[in-house]
């Protein structure tokens, strides 16, 4: 439908986020509703390129989805705008120069998220422009949706959010639109191409909304989906096994949408499709925690006093050898050389390196944090952050002193060391279990050997960790 000949049409504004696909999208598809034409908007923030949490590695993934965005826009009849510089004023702009009535966004929950949404109201303020903010875009449901009896504003344990969760059921999804009549007037600049950004990891995948698909498509007709929630070999956290669907960073960037993950996984049924869904529900979790306490971005959600190490003390060299994969505990090393070469990590991994950080070298959780989003495709505030205090015990975790031991992780989660020999290519030629304890191994084996020593004895370490908790 368009304008009469007498009559403009009526245009609005879908400001794309973290919502960067075409399938159940409710910020597209309600900007298509409310007018006859529709302008489909990307802006590149420069506010996150300066606070440094653009990094190279979701910088390629981000051209990757948005080159994804547009090529299914223009199949639609459409295109993608992009535009550089501050989201709100940006966005004011097009609304001039389109003569938008309304812009549809989806709601967030980062600190940057809410100032955005205060920024762009008061930019429209006086446009004659409305804006519509949509819940449960990003998340399955908005992080109000649940809340604990009592008056109180929010689950801060995991399990007690998790049964009202699942008790409500979530939006069906919505089809992809078949048209997108987008003014032509209406500049844009030109797309980046991932082979634009340098910095890159070597194995970083490929993002777009049609990648996402085909990936979740091959990981359940592998019967990854039916084995999800077993122990051992084929489940979630079977590190050599590799298991894990991997969607993360598309759940990031919204080339997915969570809510039809878990209505498509209903489907499957049984208790390990439910175990993947309950990994959907931790995400919205960490979601609810991150809109009522903002600051546990970068302060304790429970504070214990720690007196944690930093590199300005005498800590330096223990964490770049935690950074680079050199802290002698095979387990630790792989997870953080995969990290390295992938921009990603399997989440067996990222806890076991977490909790080595934290509890056995005990180290700021925020030095961890940001070396995380430093490298992480999937790198998001709430899920990163969060999940880094859980390891470090200043989180939601209700045992906050749990130490995750290496070795005995190893044994449970990577019992033939396949995992540690694909990323510690130094260990390759060390058989069996033998490989998670080289310094056991004969001298004349060790000698041959370009690995590191143990950084820190573990036992004696853990139990500082817990005599500085409980002292």
């Known amino acids: 439908m368009t304008g009469s000949r007498h009559t403009p049409p009526r245009v609005s504004v879908a400001l794309f986020t973290a919502d960067l696909r075409l399938r159940d999208n409710p910020v597209l598809r309600a900007a298509l509703a409310s007018a006859d034409q529709v302008v489909p908007l990307f802006v590149r923030d420069e506010r ?100 604990p009896s009592g008056g109180r504003d929010h689950f801060a344990v995991f399990t007690p959010y998790y049964r009202r969760w699942r008790d409500r059921h979530g939006r069906t999804p919505l089809a992809a639109p078949r048209s997108v009549p987008v003014p032509e007037a209406v500049r844009s600049a030109r797309l980046p191409r991932r082979e634009e950004v340098s910095g890159t990891a070597p194995g970083l995948p490929r993002g777009g909304e049609p990648t996402g698909r085909e990936r979740w498509a091959a990981w359940c007709r592998s019967g990854a989906l039916t084995r999800y929630g077993q122990q051992g070999a084929g489940g979630q956290d079977d590190l050599a096994g590799d298991a894990t669907s991997r969607l993360s960073p598309h759940l990031h960037f919204g080339t997915l949408s969570a809510a039809a993950l878990v209505h498509e996984a209903a489907k499957a049924g049984g208790a390990d499709a439910e175990a993947f869904v309950r990994q959907l529900a931790w995400r919205d979790f960490h979601h609810q925690v991150l809109a009522a306490r903002p600051s546990a971005a970068h302060t304790d959600y429970r504070p214990h006093g720690d007196a944690w190490r930093t590199e300005d003390g005498d800590a330096a060299g223990d964490i770049a050898a935690w950074r680079e994969g050199r802290t002698g505990y095979p387990i630790v090393d792989a997870g953080m050389r995969q990290l390295l070469h992938e921009g990603w990590m399997h989440n067996r991994a990222r806890l076991l390196a977490a909790s080595f950080l934290t509890k056995t070298l005990y180290v700021d959780w925020r030095v961890g944090a940001a070396h995380f989003l430093a490298h992480l495709v999937d790198g998001d505030v709430a899920n990163n952050q969060l999940n880094w205090q859980w390891a470090a015990g200043t989180g939601t975790d209700t045992r906050p002193n749990r130490v995750l031991n290496p070795l005995t992780q190893a044994a449970k989660y990577d019992p033939d060391g396949t995992y540690v020999r694909r990323w510690v290519p130094q260990l390759a030629g060390v058989a069996g279990s033998a490989v998670h304890r080289p310094w056991r191994l004969p001298d004349e084996e060790r000698a041959g050997l370009d690995y590191p020593h143990p950084i820190v004895d573990l036992a004696a370490s853990q139990d500082r960790f817990r005599s500085a908790r409980t002292g």
């Open 48 to 147: 996150i390129d300066r606070s440094g949490f653009a990094a190279p590695n979701r910088r390629a993934f981000l051209a990757d989805c948005l080159a994804a965005l547009d090529e299914g826009l223009r199949q639609r009849g459409g295109r993608l705008v992009l535009r550089h510089g501050d989201v709100a004023e940006e966005t004011a702009r097009v609304v001039h120069e389109s003569g938008a009535h309304q812009v549809h966004v989806a709601a967030d929950v980062s600190g940057y998220a809410q100032r955005r949404e205060e920024r762009l109201r008061t930019a429209l303020e006086g446009t004659g422009c409305a804006l519509h903010v949509h819940d449960a875009v990003v998340t399955v449901l908005a992080p109000g949706d649940v809340t």
